[in-house]
């Protein structure tokens, strides 16, 4: 048996603490992460306690009769550490399920953390849900994702553009001039895809203050310029890119690239995953088949971030 509580203020360090030694969590679980968006998602996550010991953590949201497993994150669902069984979490979501019914939900939508962000294994509650609930596929979206211990050089097209950039004199740095970057970012958006940035000037910039060493800003410059700027967070066994952009200059000379060069070939060739994010055009799931060529041009291939539902 399981209490299920849901998370108050007052259950931030708990919280956090388990995040930190959790198998499969990432700082985006933090309580300092989450709740930078609170006003723009009605929290419903979700503590299961088992004999007075916390077990495992759900961070999510509600959208009326919807239980959302957090949709302000790029990844989600149940955050375990090492004590996790496999037959407890499937008695975990048979008691999760009739927790939901009594709280008034008639609809679940979990999203999957993918398998390169655990340091163990740990897919205990996708075998838990095709057990206990009857469970569909809602998206599958497509990510891109280098390996480093077997990794594939770089297409033609790509090696070239680092050239260019190197003979050109473009020069990389860890910064933090995020609103520099963010105007190259935010010009590039309108224009190309007529968007903005998830996150405002303000909020990345709260955040970085925060988790300094996981959220970082490298940028590439000519005669002090910003041409091209790559935003990644940083995780215990992945580097993704989470904000990558290029101003039209920077798109000729290959600033992106010798960005690219470094972070992955150098600073962070260490972690065992470079995750270049997804390529959905917009929230279709049509594919972006020019982001995609790039990423693959880097050596990047494919990836799924899934997304299941059910009814109560």
Not at 32 to 40: A, G, I, K, L
Not at 88 to 111: I, M, S
Not at 227 to 251: D, E, F, H, M
Not at 282 to 302: D, M, P, S
Request: charged share 25%; proline share 2%.
């Amino acid at each position: 048996m399981f209490d299920i509580i849901r998370y108050t203020k007052d259950k931030v360090d708990e919280w956090n603490e388990f995040v930190a030694r959790s198998k499969n969590g990432t700082f985006l679980f933090n309580r300092n992460y989450m709740d930078y968006h609170s006003d723009r998602f009605a929290d419903y996550s979700l503590m299961f306690y088992r004999e007075g010991r916390l077990y495992a953590l759900m961070p999510a949201n509600n959208e009326g009769e919807m239980f959302c497993t957090h949709r302000g994150l790029t990844y989600g669902g149940l955050v375990m550490d090492s004590k996790t069984t496999a037959a407890a979490t499937v008695e975990l979501f048979r008691e999760l399920n009739d927790y939901l019914r009594a709280q008034g939900f008639h609809h679940v939508l979990y999203k999957c953390i993918p398998w390169m962000y655990h340091q163990m294994a740990a897919e205990e509650d996708l075998y838990a849900m095709v057990r206990t609930c009857d469970v569909r596929l809602q998206e599958r979206d497509l990510g891109t994702v280098i390996i480093q211990r077997n990794t594939i050089r770089w297409e033609r097209v790509r090696r070239r553009a680092l050239k260019r950039a190197v003979e050109a004199g473009i020069t990389v740095e860890v910064s933090n001039d995020y609103a520099g970057f963010w105007d190259v970012l935010c010009d590039n958006l309108a224009r190309t895809y007529n968007s903005k940035p998830v996150h405002t000037l303000s909020e990345i910039e709260l955040l970085h203050s925060r988790f300094p060493e996981n959220i970082v800003l490298y940028v590439a410059r000519k005669d002090g310029e910003i041409l091209a700027g790559i935003v990644v967070y940083v995780s215990a066994q992945v580097v993704r890119a989470q904000y990558s952009s290029a101003s039209p200059l920077g798109k000729q000379l290959g600033a992106i690239d010798i960005i690219y060069d470094r972070i992955i070939n150098s600073d962070y060739r260490h972690l065992p995953y470079f995750e270049f994010g997804t390529s959905a055009l917009g929230n279709t799931n049509v594919i972006n088949e020019t982001l995609v060529f790039q990423k693959e041009g880097f050596g990047g291939r494919a990836i799924c971030f899934d997304r299941y539902e059910w009814d109560l």
